[in-house]
């Protein structure tokens, strides 16, 4: 016989129970407000309005918490390693204003340097001022190179100077063999530094201002003029020289828009702990960018003694110092962050140009304004600009764009697994749900509740 024998029924002791195997429900079950047609499927999730969704409906299947298709900058953020800087594109507005301010600038410049004396914008002062404004800018490049990349390079100014010293005095062999041993030298000294910078993680400006104050002792035991003999003359080719170096400039500048580019660059800066090493890869493109500036230095160097036709060490010395600190100011008042990664297109550029322009105007106005002073300026004002890079360069957060929606990957999860030993049956005798189950039986309920059999 069975249990459910009908023999039994009506019998003491006896509860007849609704009867679960079908999957059906009784008619006098409770609903839970859950309506009676809401039969669940595989897959599907039966939502009631009084208990909203349940726990494990994806937030994709639910219309007012859908979002929005990702954009693809939002896709690329998802790429962005935390430690290497805010997730996000570098705004750009702050160095298309500045830009146009020192481009403004300048044109007030050549406005006021006309004014002044005429002839310093033609014929043979043209091509002298042209060629200041290239040397002034592939040092600025130099620069603005390793300040992008974190590690900047102070002696740009006396391996220029040196450069210039070595090639007057080594002319007589020939243009091409003597810029290429002075080229290769000025690198070997790049590579120095950038081994000292990356292989002990110490500050680009430390390193370099010992190397640089290494290469001042050994210009000032240079006493003989180095006179440039036999070589070419550029000041026919002035206007040429000035566009092949701004060309050059802005050309790197805008390569620094492409953005893993730009981040790979500037790795070397700091995010947390200054002294945290940043890889292998921040160690490669930091080493590369301090020899390249070497380089750089050393193309400005030869164009100097080319301009200059002889180059005096007792002046040089203090000169190399006084190179840096004019390119260090332009580099920075042209927008380029003294943290390192961030800067502009068109700002190294500009900001040699109103120097130079400067130079040329207070010597036409019979001023006394001395190179030092002028860099001194020249960096403080690069400083606040580096302060309003920092600010309004940076990507854009929830905290300053409030209403802009961020998407985050969607989690795909299934049907919630219902808890074990959190159901219990209906009772008959009170037509409702039980309140709570027992813990000591497993939240069946004791064993009374089925009646005895």
Do not use: C
């Not at 945290?276 to 750089?296: E, H, M, Q, V, W």
């Not at 500009?350 to 010597?363: D, N």
């Amino acid at each position: 016989m069975t249990y459910d024998d009908s023999r039994f029924r009506g019998e003491p002791g006896f509860r007849d129970e609704p009867d679960f195997r079908s999957g059906g429900v009784p008619e006098d079950a409770p609903t839970l407000g859950v309506s009676n047609q809401s039969v669940y499927t595989p897959g599907a999730f039966p939502v009631s309005p009084a208990y909203g969704a349940p726990t494990g409906a994806s937030t994709l299947d639910l219309g007012e918490n859908r979002r929005r298709t990702p954009t693809a900058q939002q896709l690329g953020d998802v790429f962005d390693d935390p430690e290497h800087g805010e997730p996000g594109r570098d705004r750009f507005a702050v160095h298309a204003l500045w830009e146009m301010v020192l481009l403004l600038a300048a044109a007030a410049l050549v406005y006021l340097l006309h004014d002044a004396r005429s002839a310093a914008l033609r014929g043979a002062e043209l091509h002298s001022l042209l060629l200041a404004g290239a040397e002034l800018g592939l040092l600025a490049a130099a620069v603005g190179l390793t300040l992008r990349a974190g590690a900047v390079n102070l002696a740009v100014g006396p391996i220029a100077v040196a450069s210039a010293l070595f090639f007057a005095g080594n002319s007589d062999r020939g243009l091409a063999p003597t810029a290429g041993i002075t080229a290769l030298i000025a690198l070997g000294v790049g590579v120095v530094i950038a081994v000292l910078v990356v292989a002990f993680h110490v500050p680009g400006w430390a390193v370099s201002l010992a190397v640089a104050f290494a290469l001042i002792a050994w210009i000032a035991d240079q006493h003989d003029k180095k006179i440039v003999s036999g070589a070419y003359d550029p000041h026919s080719h002035a206007l040429w020289w000035a566009i092949g170096v701004a060309v050059l400039a802005v050309g790197g500048a805008a390569l620094g828009l492409i953005r893993p580019l730009r981040r790979a660059l500037g790795r070397f800066r700091p995010v947390r702990d200054p002294a945290d090493r940043r890889g292998g890869g921040a160690a490669t493109f930091t080493g590369l960018a301090i020899a390249g500036s070497a380089l750089l230095a050393a193309a400005a160097g030869v164009l100097i003694a080319l301009d200059q036709r002889q180059v005096v060490a007792g002046d040089a010395s203090i000169g190399g110092l006084a190179l840096t600190g004019l390119a260090l100011g332009a580099a920075l008042a042209g927008g380029t962050s003294a943290f390192g990664r961030r800067g502009g297109v068109l700002g190294t550029v500009l900001g040699a140009a109103v120097i130079t322009l400067l130079l040329q105007y207070t010597a036409a106005e019979g001023w006394k304004l001395q190179p030092f002073t002028l860099a001194a300026g020249a960096i403080a004002i690069g400083l606040v600009v580096t302060r309003l890079v920092e600010t309004f360069g940076r990507p854009r957060t929830i905290a300053d764009d409030p209403g802009e929606e961020v998407w985050t990957p969607p989690s795909i999860t299934g049907p919630a697994e219902p808890e074990e030993d959190s159901w219990s049956p209906p009772s008959s005798r009170t037509g409702s749900w039980p309140a709570s189950s027992g813990a000591a039986d497993g939240g069946w309920g004791v064993e009374d509740r089925w009646g005895t059999r």
